[in-house]
């Protein structure tokens, strides 16, 4: 398994752990960084787990968000202020850190402080700010348009790999059913796998945007049904968004994992990737 994730370029994201074993990786986290106890909290409590599973682990928190329904939603805290708590996240636990970009400002300032950077399923096609983020040199990871089909993503990967950087990941999260309902195409999971490792965004699956009251909603009931179905087809990372309370959460708490289900999950999705290892 070590061989696949260096041919993966993991090995490249600095603090990176556990890649001697024949798992899974995590991108996990909040969905926004609403200060430094929750961010601190969240990482700790995800490392000890994923540490006991031998899970690769990166910690995933939003230093502000762009796309929001109504003008009056919670954006972020602060750009650089939330960008040195995840640096600080990094540096106390030793682990990497994503966060994703709108502009190609952010891909600039976002990479002094974090080691991938997400490009958002809604921008991925949008040439300048793939190839920003893929000049930083920082691991790029791609989000699929829920406009999109797995096979147009390798168009995305191109734009990365052209401008000089190997290390680009894509994150399926779902395609839109209708216009406030998202559904995940299994089939396009080894489709995506060739042209870089892919990575299946379990909440952000289960959103139901688009709602009248323009606060997006979820069904975080079905977290578990979705992830186990993409370990099954063999998917290289999981994706998800977590919170101590999601109910308090200032983004996306419809469709949140609460932390404390967390373990329970990752225990059974490791088992699951084991006995689909024997085949």
């Known amino acids: 398994m070590y061989q696949i994730l260096k041919e993966m370029n993991l090995d490249q994201i600095p603090r990176i752990k556990h890649l001697d074993q024949n798992n899974f990786f995590l991108l996990a986290g909040p969905c926004a960084i609403e200060g ?18 031998k899970i690769p682990y990166i910690f995933k928190g939003s230093f502000k968000k ?30 990497p850190t994503v966060t994703d970009i709108h502009g190609e400002k952010d891909a600039v300032m976002a990479a002094q402080y974090v080691d991938v950077l ?11 700010l793939v190839v920003a983020a893929a000049r930083t040199g920082r691991t790029v990871n791609l989000k699929k348009g829920q406009f999109m089909s797995p096979e147009a993503m390798k168009h ?20 839109m059913f209708g216009y406030q ?13 060739k042209f870089a490792p892919t990575i299946l965004d379990i909440t952000h699956s289960l959103q139901q945007p688009n709602q009248a009251s323009g606060v997006t909603g979820g069904k975080p009931e079905l977290i578990e049904t979705i992830a186990r179905a993409g370990i099954a087809a063999g998917v290289d990372g999981i994706f998800l968004e977590t919170h ?24 059974k999705l490791v088992a699951i990737r084991k006995t689909v290892n024997q085949f």
């Open 66 to 95: 762009a796309n929001r329904s109504r003008i009056d939603s919670f954006t972020g805290i602060g750009d650089e202020k939330a960008l040195k708590i995840l640096a600080a996240v990094g540096k106390e636990f030793d682990i």
């Open 118 to 128: 997400q490009i958002p399923a809604f921008l991925v096609r949008q040439t300048d």
């Open 156 to 175: 995305a990967v191109k734009k990365v790999q052209d401008s000089g950087n190997e290390k680009v990941l894509i994150t399926d999260r779902g395609t």
């Open 36 to 53: 430094e106890e929750m961010a601190m909290r969240i990482a700790e409590k995800v490392l000890k787990i994923t540490d006991k599973l």
């Open 244 to 267: 101590h309370n999601p109910e308090i959460a200032k983004s996306d708490g419809a469709n949140m994992l609460k932390l404390d289900y967390l373990e329970d999950l990752l225990t």
């Open 181 to 193: 309902d998202m559904i995940v195409d299994f089939r396009g999971i080894p489709a995506m796998q």
